[in-house]
T-cell receptor
Framework: SAVISQKPSRDICQRGTSLTIQCQVDSQVTMMFWYRQQPGQSLTLIATANQGSEATYESGFVIDKFPISRPNLTFSTLTVSNMSPEDSSIYLC???????????????FGPGTRLTVL | GESVGLHLPTLSVQEGDNSIINCAYSNSASDYFIWYKQESGKGPQFIIDIRSNMDKRQGQRVTVLLNKTVKHLSLQIAATQPGDSAVYFCAESAVMNYGGSQGNLIFGKGTKLSVKP
């Protein structure tokens, strides 16, 4: 299974500032995903990040607010821009671990970045 | 929009008992379902999955049951242990992309399982 690390693990930020979260995988993967988990809530997909193409954003999430980079097959960043207290959440990256062709792929999650915006 | 939800938000069981966590889904086009376990301060951990062409799948101490007729998914944990205490999420996927990618996972609200020693 893929091993995923995220930096920072947590941060406390002032409103109006931006934070870039890094996601590193120990193997090359095609698809990487960014999720948000608000306090006590479930996970909501922000965007899908594929190497070599623009990220695909889900309804309610826009590139200006959550710009994503995917420079290679093992790394991605998510930036939370112009933060407000409503952005306080856990941000998680995940990857699909490709197995056999046409098989369903397990999706593995990083440990998350706990963000608090004051 | 389509959503995945849970019948019970919290579940408390005695150590050694069996646990059953339920999940309802509304998208009849969903063809792949997953249960995740999330411990405090950690990311979700894959437990078990099931495809829509199956109605039961077993793993180590866990069994997932799928009832497509009523759009219901359950996770059964045998001989529940204190280490099983966590929040459990079901997730569904209705996207079978080229190469078998799950695509977008839709997560349920989560059930907190507490195991009493």
């Amino acid at each position: 299974s893929a091993v995923i690390s995220q930096k920072p693990s947590r941060d406390i930020c002032q409103r109006g500032t931006s934070l870039t979260i890094q996601c590193q995988v120990d193997s090359q993967v095609t698809m990487m995903f960014w999720y948000r988990q608000q306090p006590g809530q479930s996970l909501t997909l922000i965007a899908t990040a594929n190497q070599g193409s623009e990220a695909t954003y889900e309804s309610g999430f826009v590139i200006d607010k959550f710009p994503i980079s995917r420079p290679n097959l093992t790394f991605s960043t998510l930036t939370v821009s112009n933060m407000s207290p409503e952005d306080s959440s856990i941000y998680l990256c995940s990857v699909e671990d490709p197995r056999t062709y046409w098989d369903y792929n397990e999706q593995f999650f990083g440990p998350g970045t706990r963000l608090t915006v004051l | 929009g389509e959503s995945v939800g849970l019948h019970l938000p919290t579940l408390s069981v005695q150590e050694g008992d069996n646990s059953i966590i339920n999940c309802a889904y509304s998208n009849s086009a969903s063809d792949y379902f997953i249960w995740y376990k999330q411990e405090s301060g950690k990311g979700p951990q894959f437990i078990i999955d099931i495809r829509s062409n199956m109605d039961k799948r077993q793993g180590q101490r866990v069994t997932v049951l799928l009832n497509k007729t009523v759009k219901h998914l359950s996770l059964q944990i045998a001989a529940t242990q204190p280490g099983d205490s966590a929040v459990y999420f079901c997730a569904e996927s209705a996207v079978m992309n080229y190469g078998g990618s799950q695509g977008n996972l839709i997560f349920g609200k989560g059930t907190k399982l507490s195991v009493k020693p």
